[in-house]
């Protein structure tokens, strides 16, 4: 079945660790996403990236980092400079035309 | 930067009536999708519009983009104990998606 992977659902970390949620599509899609969603609250991006071995930042990009060495594979790291990182981490991909955004079921990441 | 602004952002409503979420956004959008997000779960995609004035129906949702390409809504008509959940419209700027704020809709049986 095609979709798109998240890994892992749950992830507990200490604070001043850094963490690396994956992200794999085989959808053979060129964009790539990372949304960040807090309790009650809509989907604000992190990282985008259009195309392999490019990306950009989006709205909210402090503490993250993101790679993109290959078409399906969208790793996000939250790193120790993210002050508030505990929330749920949705990853999708779309064409790169004007389509649809296909989630994965997310990563729910808690700081102790 | 880009904002897209969703009311409301709660509706309780009982099963049977009807419901409404719109949608605004602070420019001029090349096209507008619709998600619907289940409690616990990830967005799912419903609809996308693209024409101005376009009016788009899927049973008992209906969804229009406004004339001017700057807001949309969703209407659903005698709503049914499935349809709970949270709302999310998001507009196309260039290359990306910007997300409005949700409704979180709930029905009450």
């Known amino acids: 079945d095609g979709g798109i992977t998240q890994s892992p659902k749950y992830l507990f970390r200490k604070e001043g660790q850094n963490v690396t949620l994956s992200c794999e599509q085989n959808?053979?899609?060129?964009?790539m996403y990372w949304y960040r969603q807090d309790p009650g609250q809509g989907l604000r991006l992190i990282y985008y990236?259009?195309?392999?071995?490019?990306?950009q930042k989006g709205d909210i990009a402090e503490g993250y980092s993101v790679s993109r060495e290959k078409k399906e594979s969208f790793p996000l790291t939250v790193t120790s400079a993210q002050k508030n990182p505990t929330a749920f981490y949705l990853c999708a991909s779309s064409d790169r035309g004007p389509g649809e955004l296909f989630f994965g079921e997310g990563s729910r990441l808690t700081v102790l | 930067g880009q904002q897209v602004m969703q009311i409301p952002q709660y509706q309780h409503v009982q099963e049977g009536e009807d419901f409404t979420t719109y949608c605004n956004s602070s420019t001029t959008l090349s096209n507008i999708q619709w998600y619907k997000q289940r409690p616990g779960g990830h967005p799912v995609f419903l609809i996308q519009l693209v024409k101005s004035g376009e009016v788009k129906k899927q049973k008992r949702l209906t969804f229009q983009f406004g004339e001017a390409k700057k807001n949309s809504s969703l209407h659903i008509t005698a709503t049914q104990t499935t349809d709970v959940g949270t709302y999310f419209c998001?507009?196309?700027?260039?290359?990306?998606?910007?997300f409005g704020t949700g409704t979180r809709l709930k029905v009450l049986a």
């Open positions: 990236s259009q195309i392999v071995n490019d990306f």
């Open positions: 959808l053979n899609h060129d964009a």
């Open positions: 998001a507009g196309r700027g260039t290359y990306k998606y910007i």
